[in-house]
């Protein structure tokens, strides 16, 4: 029984056994398959790539889901996360996928519960699937991380994309800088703070975030219009990117905000291969949970 809850508790070998395990299987190089082994997901939030890429993951491995409804389930009746986990342990379900809005909601269940969880989000805190498909996306198009220069940009504060990302890149040896407007950095994600029109020119990927609209009220600090005009990625700013670098994003994408919408499907644009390789990433995910790597 092997837990996925962040990528801070794997070493680098095992998170670089994973990216190439997960590239195998877009290769074609499938792992046994789990017949027999249950799994339910439980989304307490709202979600379509990153429920959806595990429901597909597990079909490929021939798992079974067992269908789990936030809003038909006890947890209206005031159930909590720990006793619906026990409860879906005991009658035997093999794994558990997890999206919950309290940062760090799994620490109470790996001690206790005796079936893997794997984090699917959990708040503000971190996205370790998100996480590990982004880095198969880089290493797919640069076959390394060092030295690699990588600017995170825009709502740091409210992203676990990022959390997860500035931690895993820089121990990777990549160059990670963080673009964003002031009041929505963090510090303890140990960046520097960098202007993004400063490092269009030298950066390798160039990693948006979604503007998270719903854990704040993005009217009270400026428009839409005004955030895409002095923080996003314009068509006039794709023009001064350095030359091979790659524009990533973990998606639902707010057009015209972060990015213009006509660049969603540039040629530089790695969103919907992001989403592709989330599929097998989450494959990799689920293999090293309930059989190990091949």
Partial sequence: MKHFVSLDTLSL???????????????????????????????????????????????????????????????????????????????????????????GYYHELVEKLNIPVLNGGDGSGEHPSQSLLDLVTIFEEFKTFQGLNVAICGDLVHSRVARSNASVLKRLGANVVGCSPASWWDDSMGLERKELDDVLAESDVIMLLRVQHERHIMGDIFSKEEYHTQFGLTVERVERMKEGAIIMHPAPVNRDVEIAGSLIEHERSRIFPQMKNGVYARMSILNRALGGLQ
Avoid: W
């Fill in 13 to 103: 070998d095992e998170i670089m056994g994973m990216i190439e395990e997960s590239l195998r299987y877009k290769q074609g190089d499938l792992p046994p398959l789990f017949d027999g082994k249950t799994v339910a997901n439980l989304f307490f939030e709202n979600s379509t790539r990153t429920k959806n890429s595990f429901q597909m993951a597990e079909r490929h491995l021939n798992m079974q889901e067992i269908p789990f409804d936030v809003t038909t389930s006890s947890v209206t009746k005031g159930e909590t996360l720990y006793d619906t986990c026990k409860t879906l342990e005991a009658i035997g379900v093999d794994a558990l996928v997890i999206r919950h809005p309290e940062a």
